[in-house]
């Protein structure tokens, strides 16, 4: 008899072992899962910065339509420059057709010469460049740079600058595609040697080939905290 008893109660324990053992992990696996989810950033809009020309290679398009197709389908508003023109005209016209949202920022000048586009979701006129920047950037939760011209690397200095003096905390992220970014990205590396720029600050650009993949790193990303000055040797 005593041997029958121990041995049932073997069995309870090992049973009540068991049960707490499944539900730590299924406790664990949630909570790992909440975390993530609590902390990971809410992106609601993207601020595309992108040249006013096709470019040279047709790769450029193609990721143009790929970047707003992805993004209509997350539901993440675009903010854009408002035109037709390039890339531009691209990126709004994909995003229009995927059933996204397009909020589009144009100066007066563009505006007088024919170049708002006329089925935006929503559409801002501004008195000049800068205002019209200034509105992207406050209305953007994010920024994502396609390749282009001297007006797009402009916008990209800036955010990530300001990003850099904790003027805003927004991740930037870079769609590099067909190599296009590759040799700015060497230029980081040669201001990080030549002592200029911190080589943690280097990080705090985001970089993919592809949509999907720059959207989740932007998600994911975590605020640079090493100071941009580097201490005298």
């Not at 708002?116 to 994010?142: F, G, N, V, W, Y």
Request: neutral net charge.
């Amino acid at each position: 008899m005593p041997n029958s008893i121990t041995w049932v109660s073997a069995r309870v324990l090992l049973w009540f072992c068991w049960e707490y053992l499944i539900e730590y992990k299924i406790f664990a696996f949630i909570f790992r899962k909440s975390f993530w989810i609590m902390t990971e950033r809410v992106i609601r809009s993207v601020a595309v910065f992108c040249g006013s020309n096709f470019g040279a290679s047709g790769e450029y398009e193609l990721a143009a339509k790929m970047l707003s197709s992805t993004l209509a389908k997350e539901k993440i508003t675009i903010v854009y420059g408002g035109t037709t023109k390039g890339l531009m005209g691209v990126v709004a016209n994909a995003a229009l057709e995927h059933g996204g949202i397009v909020h589009g920022i144009v100066t007066e000048y563009l505006h007088q010469i024919g170049q708002s586009h006329p089925s935006l979701t929503q559409h801002e006129i501004t008195a000049d460049l800068r205002a019209r920047k200034e509105r992207m950037i406050r209305l953007a939760d994010a920024f994502i740079i396609l390749p282009g011209g001297i007006g797009t690397i402009e916008e990209l200095m800036e955010v990530w600058s300001m990003n850099q003096l904790e003027e805003i905390d927004k991740p930037v992220g870079l769609l590099n595609v067909n190599g296009f970014f590759s040799s700015f990205l060497d230029f980081i590396d040669h201001m990080i040697d030549s002592g200029f720029l911190p080589s943690a600050h280097k990080q705090s650009i985001s970089v993919a080939t592809s949509p999907s993949g720059l959207l989740i790193k932007l998600r994911e990303f975590k605020k640079i905290e090493v100071p941009k000055w580097i201490e005298a040797r």
